[in-house]
């Protein structure tokens, strides 16, 4: 099995179980043994399946601005925690490949394996939710075909992700590819580097 057949498979288990429910307020329940990679996977596309339906909601015409606050700390907190499962996982590859011997022509990629594998999460909820559109009675045939060939769409990005996400690891596996990550270093979240939350702090505000 490929490590993204592993992933795509992990992805659409974590939005099916989600879905038994279908609510924001569901807790995860992983299956996985924690601090496998299986168990980094699932957790990962449960945060961004969550996020997913958060962003739905917060879109509401007709949500009340103090709900819509809260949620908007609640879509902050789900950024942060998906950029540091994807660090993690990343960490992880670190570790698998950190012996190997590097070619001298070795080339670096454009992104890493697990921000690769992040858009891999995001695809599969929008397969899913495109499915899901596919599938309705309620609309024009126009609106079906065009959710059809939108589908079809999503399903070749799949298959081309996956495969260029393995090519990524069979590369870094041969010394053909190195990695190299750095850090997301988000200002906004950091109370000495946003202006406005230390200029609060220190009084200015």
């Not at 995860?28 to 601090?35: T, W």
Request: net charge negative; hydrophobic share 35%; glycine share 2%.
């Amino acid at each position: 099995m490929s490590f993204t057949t592993l992933c795509n498979t992990i992805f659409e288990q974590s939005i099916n179980d989600y879905h038994v429910t279908d609510n924001v307020e569901t807790l995860v329940k992983n299956p996985f043994e924690e601090k496998t990679i299986e168990y980094y996977l699932y957790l990962k596309n449960w945060i961004d399946t969550v996020q997913w339906h958060f962003e739905d909601i917060i879109r509401d015409p007709q949500i009340n601005p103090t709900d819509a606050l809260t949620l908007k700390r609640r879509i902050d907190k789900s950024n942060q925690d998906r950029t540091d499962l994807v660090e993690l996982i990343d960490s992880y590859f670190l570790q698998k490949y950190g012996n190997i011997a590097t070619l001298p022509d070795a080339t670096i990629n454009t992104e890493s394996p697990a921000w690769a594998i992040d858009r891999l999460s995001i695809l599969a909820l929008k397969i899913y939710h495109m499915q899901q559109e596919v599938r309705r009675t309620d609309v024009s045939a126009e609106q079906h075909a065009q959710c059809q060939r939108k589908l079809d769409v999503l399903l070749e990005q799949q298959c081309d992700l996956s495969n260029a996400i393995d090519q990524l690891l069979e590369d870094i596996e041969k010394g053909r590819k190195y990695m190299k990550v750095y850090k997301q270093m988000k200002m906004y979240n950091d109370p000495n580097l946003n202006p406005i939350l230390y200029g609060k702090k220190c009084g200015k505000l």
